[in-house]
């Protein structure tokens, strides 16, 4: 990647680095995120504006939802997105052996944000709130159900990403690879804050 | 230990926990009581968040300046539809 500036960013309390401004991870992960971003941004534009024209009804659907649970959840992606970031700073220091320890951790957290997202939709569903319930129910499953796909892709690359730091010192492709890895997973993160707020949040107070 | 805690990534994690629980109160009942401002100020809270993630996480921060460009424009243009089909019902 050519170097375009040069720039001191202080990634560690007291320890300065020197960074040239690089593209993390793959030019086409990042065609792949803004082509993710795009469409999720579609789908959350029609969510609001289906609410328009139904407030009361997606208001009072959205009641039966447990905030409680959707605000764990949300800490959940932002801890192993943390993880994730700091995964690829050990990694890039060739610390594999904290790297993989931090890939492991998030991965973690996003099965136990599977589980409570199964408990979620398991406590729905017995509520008699499916897909058909009514148009926020069908929103909130495909939106959320579109998510978790994410998630379990993102878990298996994570798992990818322990396994290659743990097994050697990475060449530069292996580092550019563990970069696209976490910003994949950083976008799981990123689509679930917005997610968070729309379906679990607005319209509620 | 100290390694992994003593970071801006870490300062970064903690600050946006904080403020999702703040978001979290404000959808509750707590705070702001009347629903389209506490809506508009959680969608922000949200779109800061999302600017972070990209920003620290992403390492947008330290990429080339046309790439924080684009996912500023993209955040933007997010922040500007969501909110005014939340207000326009």
Redesign the interface.
Known sequence: MTAVDVRTAPDTAGQPERHRRKIPGEVGIWMFIGGDMISFSFLFFLFLHYRANDTAGFTASQAHLDQNLGLLNTLLMLTSSWLVASGVRFAARQRGDLAARCFLGAVGCAAAFAVVKAVEWGGKVADGHTMSSDEFFMFYYCCAGIHMIHVVIGSGVLLSMAATVRRSKLAGNEQRNIESGATFWHLVDLLWIVLFALLYLVGQS | MT??L?????A??AA??GV??L??A????MG????ET??VV??L???V??RF??S??????????W?GR?TDA?LA??GI??IS??L??
């Open positions: 390694e992994l003593q970071t801006r990534t870490t970064v994690w946006l926990a999702t629980v978001s979290w404000m959808g509750s009942g702001i009581s009347d629903v506490a809506g959680i969608l809270i949200s779109l968040k999302v993630v990209l620290d996480f992403m390492e947008v921060r330290t990429a080339p300046l790439l684009a993209w243009a997010l539809m969501m089909r939340f326009i019902g």
